[in-house]
């Protein structure tokens, strides 16, 4: 069988772009989660910005001379400062996750 | 190359088999990333080097191998889609790093290198989503992109590669960097082939999808078609045109009798009104010739007492 069509027989459709949308809206964030999403936002543009200051050589043929033809824009360190980030936000975001949880566990045994 | 018009001759060449396709790729990346590592130890580069450019240059191998190897096992099959979003957004990446760096160093190999990745990424984005919600609910039918064909964007990102690796063959000053060129080119072909080879299965199975519509329609026409024979054949066994006629004859006859029933109620209706008038109006004259006579003969004997 044609690799696309075991493919076609077993994949799973996307979500619909509206249901992400209402997760999302129905999602409240707390001190902490604001935190981490404004803190991965200032590192998202931290990583283009560094991928622009400091440039890898561009030319696949002058990779290994002594003098790089022409310079271009560095993918892989915008990809780490990126993943970094996106690592130390998800801590901040994790735990901003459990204080939420945690006070509405409280309110659930205050009410009680 | 044109497989449509091959037909069942499609899997049997190398270059049409995308299982061959995958594993070719999956090859070649890894040869890349071999070679390049093995060509930096070779020249003695230091690691920063190592780190900022041979890093920078197979980090979108590795990427892309991570899709392939995935593509493997069930559970890539099975999240398929979601795999092609994350290769889409990759290339989006590349295709806007390549435009910065047409803006950082502005040569022939930039401009190249971002007219194939914006080709690419265009490519990806009108194959991959074909057939999922995405394509349905942001309506890339009607996107102009969409009208060119499977062959044009195939042969455009070729027929540039081949350019842009002309163009770096002529600066080669090494002669691994010569090896990496050609690698790099044929990854570029081999990847595009792997994205047409897709959209052929696509298209494939849209036409298969509307011959299956037309069938239905066409049955639907068959069976009504034989639906009628079957009616006009009961017609011709029963003589139920025989046995209409008859019964139109029997109602015609009937009809008929009826109104000649209702005719003759009505005239002897007609006779008996006139009858009961006539003895009515006999009735009311003898009424009226005893009414009138007593009249007179209390007349008469008011006029006889009035007299006396």
Same mark, same amino acid.
């Given at each position: 069988?044609?690799?696309?069509?075991? $493919?076609?027989?077993?994949?799973?459709?996307?979500?619909?772009?509206?249901?992400?949308?209402?997760?999302?809206?129905?999602?409240?964030?707390?001190?902490?989660?604001?935190? =981490? $999403?404004?803190?991965?936002?200032?590192?998202?543009?931290?990583? $283009?910005?560094?991928?622009?200051?400091?440039?890898?050589?561009?030319?696949?043929?002058?990779?290994?001379?002594?003098?790089?033809?022409?310079?271009?824009?560095?993918?892989?360190?915008?990809?780490?400062?990126?993943?970094?980030?996106?690592?130390?936000?998800?801590?901040?975001? =994790?735990?901003?996750?459990?204080?939420?949880?945690?006070?509405?566990?409280?309110?659930?045994?205050?009410?009680? | 190359?044109?497989?449509?018009?091959?037909?069942?001759?499609?899997?049997?060449?190398?270059?049409?088999?995308?299982?061959?396709?995958?594993?070719?790729?999956?090859?070649?990346?890894?040869?890349?990333? !071999?070679?390049?590592?093995?060509?930096?130890?070779? #020249?003695?580069?230091?690691?920063?080097?190592?780190?900022?450019?041979?890093?920078?240059?197979?980090?979108?191998?590795?990427?892309? *191998?991570?899709?392939?190897?995935?593509?493997?096992?069930?559970?890539?099959?099975?999240?398929?889609?979601?795999?092609?979003?994350?290769?889409?957004?990759?290339?989006? *990446?590349?295709?806007?790093?390549?435009? *910065?760096?047409?803006?950082?160093?502005?040569?022939?190999?930039?401009?190249?290198?971002?007219? !194939?990745? !914006?080709?690419?990424?265009?490519?990806?984005? #009108?194959?991959?989503?074909?057939?999922?919600?995405?394509?349905?609910?942001?309506?890339?039918?009607?996107?102009?992109?969409?009208?060119?064909?499977?062959?044009?964007?195939?042969?455009?990102?070729?027929?540039?590669?081949?350019?842009?690796?002309?163009?770096?063959?002529?600066?080669?000053?090494?002669?691994?960097?010569?090896?990496?060129?050609? *690698?790099?080119?044929?990854?570029?072909?081999?990847?595009?082939?792997?994205?047409?080879?897709?959209?052929?299965?696509?298209?494939?199975?849209?036409?298969?999808?509307?011959?299956?519509?037309?069938?239905?329609?066409?049955?639907?026409?068959?069976?009504? #078609?034989?639906?009628?024979?079957?009616?006009?054949?009961?017609?011709?066994?029963?003589?139920?045109?025989?046995? !209409?006629?008859?019964?139109?004859?029997?109602?015609?006859?009937?009809?008929?009798?009826?109104?000649?029933?209702?005719?003759?109620?009505?005239?002897?209706?007609?006779?008996?009104?006139?009858?009961?008038?006539?003895?009515?109006?006999?009735?009311?004259?003898?009424?009226?010739?005893?009414?009138?006579?007593?009249?007179?003969?209390?007349?008469?004997?008011?006029?006889?007492?009035?007299?006396?």
């Amino acid at each position: 069988m044609n690799l696309f069509e075991e $493919i076609d027989q077993v994949k799973k459709e996307l979500p619909k772009f509206k249901t992400i949308t209402k997760k999302v809206e129905k999602y409240s964030f707390n001190g902490y989660q604001r935190f =981490a $999403i404004v803190t991965y936002c200032i590192c998202f543009c931290l990583g $283009i910005i560094l991928g622009n200051l400091f440039p890898a050589c561009g030319s696949s043929s002058s990779l290994y001379a002594v003098e790089c033809m022409s310079r271009e824009f560095n993918f892989s360190l915008m990809i780490f400062v990126w993943f970094i980030s996106f690592l130390f936000c998800l801590f901040f975001f =994790a735990i901003g996750h459990i204080i939420l949880l945690l006070t509405s566990i409280n309110d659930k045994l205050g009410k009680r | 190359m044109n497989l449509e018009d091959q037909g069942k001759k499609v899997e049997t060449e190398w270059y049409n088999h995308p299982t061959i396709v995958t594993n070719c790729i999956i090859g070649l990346i890894a040869v890349i990333i !071999i070679l390049s590592q093995s060509y930096a130890v070779n #020249h003695h580069l230091s690691t920063s080097d190592i780190f900022i450019s041979i890093f920078n240059h197979n980090s979108i191998y590795l990427l892309s *191998l991570v899709y392939f190897v995935f593509l493997k096992f069930s559970f890539g099959k099975k999240y398929f889609n979601y795999l092609n979003v994350f290769l889409i957004l990759l290339y989006f *990446l590349i295709m806007v790093t390549s435009l *910065l760096t047409v803006f950082q160093s502005f040569s022939l190999t930039t401009l190249l290198s971002f007219a !194939i990745h !914006i080709i690419l990424f265009v490519y990806l984005f #009108h194959t991959f989503f074909r057939g999922t919600r995405v394509w349905k609910e942001f309506n890339l039918q009607q996107s102009p992109f969409n009208e060119i064909s499977n062959d044009g964007y195939f042969y455009s990102v070729m027929i540039l590669s081949i350019i842009f690796l002309a163009v770096n063959l002529i600066s080669a000053v090494t002669f691994d960097g010569v090896i990496l060129s050609l *690698l790099d080119c044929f990854y570029v072909i081999l990847f595009s082939r792997y994205v047409y080879l897709y959209r052929v299965f696509m298209d494939r199975k849209e036409k298969v999808g509307q011959r299956e519509n037309l069938f239905d329609v066409e049955k639907v026409v068959d069976t009504m #078609h034989d639906v009628g024979k079957k009616v006009e054949n009961f017609v011709e066994d029963v003589h139920l045109d025989q046995a !209409i006629d008859n019964v139109t004859e029997m109602v015609s006859d009937l009809k008929e009798e009826v109104v000649s029933q209702l005719s003759k109620k009505d005239t002897q209706g007609i006779k008996k009104k006139k009858v009961e008038s006539q003895k009515k109006g006999n009735v009311d004259k003898k009424e009226r010739k005893n009414v009138s006579s007593k009249a007179i003969k209390s007349i008469k004997k008011d006029q006889d007492k009035g007299g006396e």
